[in-house]
Each structure stands twice: as C-alpha cells, then as structure tokens.
C-alpha cells in the first residue's frame, strides 16, 4: 500500500491504521469519538496526503474549465474557489473537485485519491481544441486540514504574516510565513513556483484550512502546528467521515458512484445549467427532468447502525440503498443517507435491513445538526 510523508510520524503517535483507496492511512488516533467531538468544539489536523492536486495552465485554462467543469467559473476572482463536478458525456460524475483560481491563468484542483490517474488522463484527453497544459503536482504537494471552530485563532497566531483573519472562507493564498522561511531549504521546488499555499476550506463543517505544502517538508510542517498549538489533536479518517456525514456531504464511491449524475444528490446548486454547453450539460438535464431518485437523510428509531450499501424498504418493498451511515457521536444516534425511489412517501417509516433484521429508521433533513 501506499503511504503518506506522515506515516512514521503517525505509527509513533499511537495511529491505527486502514487501507483507503490503496494507501495506508490513519483511522484513529485516541479514539474516533474523541477526536470527532475535539473538532467540533475546538481543532484537529488531519493528513490528507492522499488527495490529489493537478494544476490546469495557459491561456485558455478559464475556456477549458468552463467546457469541462459543471459550475460557472468565468467571473471567479484570483484567490477564490468553487465546488462541482467533471463528468462524463452521459451526465455521470468522473469526479467532484474544488477548483481554485490562482491568477486567472492557472488553475489548481484538489482531487479525490481514488480518481488522480482517471482525472489527468479525462482532462488531457479533452484538451486538444485548447492552449493548455495539464500538470499533476500530486507526487510534490502533501496536504494536511486543521478544522474546528478555533483553527483560525491558532494558524493566525502561528503564521501572523500571512493575515489568516482577513482570509474569506473558499480562497486560498501563498502561506507567506513558511515560504519566506523554507523555500530556500528545498532540494526540489514546486513547478509551479507555489510551494506553501493555504486554502480557508474542509470537509467538516467547520471552520478550517487546507495547506499544501512540498512532500519533502510536509512532517516538519506538521510536528511545528501539533508542537505550537497544544490544543490541535491528530484525527484520522475515521473521524473525518463521522464529520462529513453529520453535514449531510458527499463522498465519492459511497454517493456519486459510477452511473449517477450531481443531480441524483441534490447538487443541482453546484450545476450552472444556465451558460453554454459543458460536458454533459443535456444529459444531466434530462436526469433532472426525469427525477428517478430522491437523496435523503434518516434517522434510526432504535439505537441500530446502518452502513453503506444496506437495503431499504418501505412498505414491504425494497425502493434504494443506504449510501453513507454511522453512529453521530453528537447526536448518539444512528444516522445515514440514501439514494432512494422518487416515488417513496416521505411520510412513512424506512425499514433498513441490518444483516437479517428490519430496523426502523424515519426521514430527517440534513445536515444533521
């Protein structure tokens, strides 16, 4: 399996280990429920090393994004950033990315680890009418999150110079603090030219940032934030999942799995249906009109735990699949998503089948909490 730049640091800081996507990533560290409810009341850094980042190039990058991405990125300010997705000519999704406008000419994109080599190669086969350059930067950059509502008062305090405070939320900037002070130490600079950036952005639901730092300083950069901010608690996966659902957000392989669109899951926000064609446009229009699926929350009755993949039934009949669930740490109840019939009632109970035994589950909103 593969492994992050933190891998040694995080065997000596007691991590259990899982495979995610091919690499061997922390589940936990104290305990998920610990380390769930820290970053909701306080902070946590994550290693998302795993993630991907490709960098879109050139004078036709903003037209090459408006022909492949599903939201409108002409208009984005330099710094700023937005969520969609790429898909298919079929409407279904390749994946969901957040692209953030460095200079009006480049483009950086934060990619799901499953998907990196399925990514590059879609972009670089849709640039051939364009003046562009696809770069993958994964193998440079390492990544790590700190979320929790108190993560700004601890990185604005850590790096004063880069003005964390007047940093909007979904922008990122060159984290001036460390590239003035390690740039001159790398054996091998970012092609880019942008070695350390920060990104006020998670998937948490809290506050939060995202620093994108070079592979080769990433455990030093890490050590510096958990040596300084006493606070800041290591968190594995098994917490960022727990996190993610409570705010009712999507993961790719468990939702936005291979032959749905956006639009199965409620995402018509993130689709700009009202500009010039995009790959995929009319398919996912026509989803859209024909309203086969409805992407609800629920809520278990009893204290019973669905998982992904669990079938769903109402009234004897079985009408779609749980696609994320676990335990809330917050709530202390059993909650989920599911990709179900448009046709279901919203008024009735869910019949969830655990193993061979039908639990109750009621319809709720999400986010959770």
């Keep these: 399996m593969k492994t992050t730049p ?18 061997d990533m922390p589940l936990w560290f104290s305990s998920l429920e610990n380390e769930h409810l820290h970053v909701r009341k306080d902070s946590g850094i994550f290693d998302v090393s795993h993630m991907g980042e490709i960098e879109i190039e050139g004078k036709d990058s903003l037209a090459f994004l408006e022909k492949t991405f599903t939201n409108k990125v002409s208009g984005l300010k330099n710094g700023y950033a937005k969520y969609g997705f ?64 108190n993560s700004i008062k601890y990185l604005s305090t850590l790096y004063p110079n880069s003005n964390l405070n007047d940093m909007p939320k979904y922008t990122i900037k060159i984290l001036e603090d460390l590239d003035n002070t390690l740039t001159a130490n790398l054996k091998s600079p970012c092609p880019n030219g942008n070695n350390f950036l920060i990104a006020r952005t998670g998937y948490t639901g809290e506050d939060g940032f995202e620093l994108f730092v070079p592979n080769e300083i990433l455990s030093t950069v890490y050590e510096h ?27 790719h392989g468990n939702e936005l799995i291979e032959g749905t669109t956006p639009s199965d899951y409620n995402l018509d926000r993130f689709i700009d249906i009202d500009r010039e064609e995009f790959i995929g446009k009319d398919a996912i229009i026509n989803k ?16 019973s735990i669905a998982r992904s993949g669990y079938e769903i039934y109402q009234d004897e009949k079985l009408i779609g699949n749980v696609t994320s669930g676990t335990f809330s740490p917050l709530l202390k109840k059993g909650i989920g998503m599911a990709l179900v019939d448009s046709n279901f009632s919203s008024n009735k109970n869910l019949q969830i089948k655990i193993r061979k035994n039908f639990k109750d589950a009621k319809m709720v909103n999400y986010p959770f909490i």
């Design 6 to 23: 933190l891998y040694e640091t995080h065997k000596i800081n007691g991590a259990k280990f899982t495979n995610f996507n091919g690499w």
């Design 288 to 303: 859209i009109e024909k309203n086969e699926f409805s992407f609800i929350g629920f809520k278990m009755i009893d204290n």
């Design 225 to 251: 934030i958990l040596t300084n901010c006493a606070n800041i608690i290591p968190c594995g996966l098994g917490s960022r999942d727990t996190l993610r659902i409570e705010m009712g957000f999507p993961l």
């Design 86 to 149: 790429f898909c298919n000519n079929d409407g279904y999704v390749i994946d969901d990315v957040i692209v953030y406008n460095l200079d009006g000419y480049r483009f950086f994109l934060c990619v799901n680890a499953g998907n990196i080599d399925n990514v590059e190669k879609w972009l670089l086969h849709n640039t051939n009418d364009f003046d562009v350059k696809v770069k993958n930067l994964s193998n440079f950059y390492g990544q790590v999150a700190i979320q929790g509502p």
